[in-house]
């Protein structure tokens, strides 16, 4: 398939899985459990479920939180892969601030080029393709509403700003982080620093709304695989810290070293 073509299914598919999304968020939902004890809602199962109905037709495996483990021996072989997120930011959409996104990266060889976000209940999309540009969408309310992935308001926006301006997660803030946002503010002086849930963190380095994202606490592949990509596309770094090398996908394990989003 055409890189069009590809872009075009993740697009309608995140779109797609974020109405599934609100069908439970705006009822009164319940909360399961995996393994590890972190919350999973019907949610997670009605994203994944919709986004598969279209990535299937790629032919081009899926690596998905909510769906089957799949050993490294297999996926060892994969040089093209779908690594998805159904529903980033979990907590943040227990606690009903809005503040999730439906996470879709195509990665190649190891590393994302190819990322959509889609936030629900702003109704924002965030499409980037490394080597052609990265653009964002408001107010699409259908996979109608996006004919062309490149008619988007390109990625980065100019700011009219003077001052630094750091996002940090909201329900995961680490004390090596902190550490760091001190150091920060020594060096720039004044820095605002901002917290975000979920991918959101990395959608707004990539449109230029915070200059740089510190994560020194863990994440999975799946929850920077498609913000990485919008970043790259839009000319930032993801680097891991401090070894300050870009981060790297399908590994034999998915937890993500720590890690820096910059210019």
């Not at 990322?115 to 408001?138: D, H």
């Not at 919008?230 to 993801?238: E, F, P, Q, R, Y």
Request: with cysteine; aromatic share 10%.
């Amino acid at each position: 398939m055409t890189t069009k073509s590809l872009v075009k299914l993740a697009v309608n598919a995140s779109i797609r899985a974020g109405k599934r999304i609100l069908e439970v968020y705006d009822s009164e939902f319940a909360i399961e459990h995996k393994d590890d004890k972190s919350p999973l809602t019907e949610a997670d199962k009605r994203s994944h479920e919709a986004i598969s109905s279209y990535i299937d037709e790629s032919h081009i495996p899926i690596l998905s939180e909510e769906g089957r483990q799949i050993e490294f021996e297999e996926r060892s072989k994969w040089n093209k892969f779908w690594l998805v997120d159904p529903l980033d930011g979990t907590k943040e959409f227990i606690k009903r601030n809005g503040e999730f996104t439906v996470n879709i990266a195509l990665i190649e060889n190891d590393y994302p080029v190819l990322g959509v976000i889609y936030v629900p209940v702003q109704n924002t999309l965030y499409v980037g393709v490394v080597g052609e540009g990265a653009w964002k969408f408001e107010n699409i309310e259908s996979t109608d509403d996006v004919k062309d992935y490149m008619s988007g308001t390109p990625l980065p926006i100019a700011q009219n700003r003077s001052e630094y301006i750091m996002v940090g997660s909201r329900s995961h803030m680490s004390a090596e982080t902190e550490e760091y946002m001190a150091k920060l503010k020594e060096e720039k002086g004044h820095v605002e620093i901002l917290s975000r849930g979920s991918s959101l963190k990395l959608c707004m380095v990539a449109e230029g709304s915070a200059d740089e994202y510190p994560r020194f606490a863990p994440t999975m592949e799946w929850d920077t695989g498609a913000g990485h990509a919008i970043c790259k596309a839009a000319g930032l770094k993801v680097d891991q810290y401090p070894e300050m090398t870009e981060l790297k996908y399908n590994k034999e394990d998915l937890l993500n070293p720590w890690f820096l989003v910059h210019k």
